[in-house]
């Protein structure tokens, strides 16, 4: 038996496929056993065709992981993933069944992105396993806006959102811990600033807007070109094609495409050196950054109780002083460098093998289609 109040707690791996990275982490209950994250350049990313094209790259690396560590399969009670690829749905962690795993591989919402093969790398080891379950936890499709933010000034087009679900809500639980209030009494602004970059606000413990961060909104990132003029698009369209520009959106725009390199530590570099075209996209970057913010804190009327920063670039300690100058003024500006996604799905899976939470069913209806007197 292994679990709460027995001798043993559950072992959880957790895996997490990401634009520039796939992190991997065995668990046993809240103890880390080992953590790794192995990085990829946009260039080896390219070579495959598509999302579905990088799944076995994807699984030899958790593998080998596993081999360095000397950690086999079947000692394994449970393996969770990051999810995506689904329709929109509430936070929570979802049982990967057969509706989920389908919706994942065909990315159904549309979006093409690495967090998809996350349901799946957690299923095809839970089988190899011996059978074991397997969950995803706040995928990048948790959707929480409130109606206003649904808004667009196009008949019948809503906003639904993509992001840092998993970090952004883990970040506010353990910064709510700090003020010695629960996340649900809180009001905070939160942003992860990775491969892409997600700003979004928290009120009351809902994630009442925020961006989508794969569907050509918010800042440019070193994977994604961002919010761009949609006139300005349509021209761009005269010399290329919709996947041009949904890659633009996903993989292929920002720093990629201003620069050739989704490696933002080598762009910091890059601009410390004086590289003017490096230093250019940083500095639109973190401008665009900082704009995001002062949206998000008037989304929230001003009551912000906090501005967090975590993700991979929050280990710049330059990037943190350049948004704290900027936006230090509406709220305490705290930095979370690097993420707890990894602690959060095992922590995600623990609940349910404990019988604390229940797993949740994902059902392929979306949580937003229309507001109820609109035909
Ligand atoms: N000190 C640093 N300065 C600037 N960028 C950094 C630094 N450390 C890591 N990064 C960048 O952070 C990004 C990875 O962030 P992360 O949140 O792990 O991304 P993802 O999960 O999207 O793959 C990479 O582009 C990496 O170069
Ligand atoms: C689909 C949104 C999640 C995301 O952007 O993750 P990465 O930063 O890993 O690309």
Redesign the pocket.
């Known amino acids: 038996m292994a679990g709460k109040g027995t001798e043993r707690a559950w072992r959880v791996l957790a895996v ?1 496929p ?4 796939t ?1 991997v982490g065995l668990f046993e209950g809240d103890a880390c056993v080992f953590s790794e ?1 192995v ?1 990829h350049s946009a260039a080896r990313l390219a070579e495959f065709e598509s999302i579905s094209a990088q799944l076995p790259y994807r699984r030899e690396t958790i593998l080998s992981a596993l081999d360095a560590h000397e950690i086999e399969l079947f000692s394994i009670d449970a393996f969770v993933g990051r999810g995506g690829g689904l329709v929109s749905i509430e936070g929570g962690t979802y049982v990967v069944d057969a509706l989920l795993l389908r919706d994942a591989r065909m990315g159904v919402n549309g979006v093409q992105h690495p967090a998809q093969l996350g349901s799946q790398l957690a299923h095809e080891l839970a089988e190899r396993a011996g059978g074991r379950s397997a969950f995803v936890v706040n995928p990048p499709d948790t959707d929480e806006l409130c109606d206003l933010a649904r808004m667009t000034g196009i008949r019948g087009v809503y906003r639904h959102v993509h992001l840092h679900a998993l970090n952004l809500k883990e970040t506010a639980v353990r910064h709510a811990c700090t003020l010695g209030r629960p996340y649900e009494e809180c009001n905070l602004v939160i942003c ?5 970059i997600s700003i979004s606000a928290h009120r009351h413990g809902r994630m009442m807007d925020g961006y989508d961060i794969v569907g050509g909104e918010g800042p440019m990132a ?2 994604r070109c961002g919010a761009v003029p949609v006139v300005d698009l349509l021209d761009y369209l005269g010399e290329h094609d919709a996947a041009d520009v949904r890659a633009l959106c996903t993989r292929a725009g920002g720093f990629v495409d201003l620069l050739g390199t ?7 570099e890059r601009a410390a050196m004086g590289d003017v075209p490096a230093r250019r996209a940083w500095d639109a970057m973190v401008y665009q950054i900082c704009k995001g913010i002062g949206s998000m804190a008037c989304a929230l009327e001003g009551r912000v109780d906090g501005i967090l920063l975590g ?3 929050v ?2 300690k330059g ?1 943190v002083a350049d948004i704290r100058r900027r936006c230090d003024w509406i709220a305490p500006v705290t930095a979370y460098p ?2 707890f996604e990894l602690e959060a799905m095992a922590a995600g899976a623990c609940r349910v093998l404990d019988g604390e939470e229940q797993a949740r069913v994902y059902t392929g209806i979306p949580v937003f289609t229309g507001f109820a007197d609109e035909v």
């Open positions: 997490n990401g634009s520039t990275s992190k994250n990085s992860h600033i990775g491969g892409g070193p994977t989704s490696d933002a530590l080598e762009v910091s993700g991979g670039m280990r710049n990037l690097g993420e």
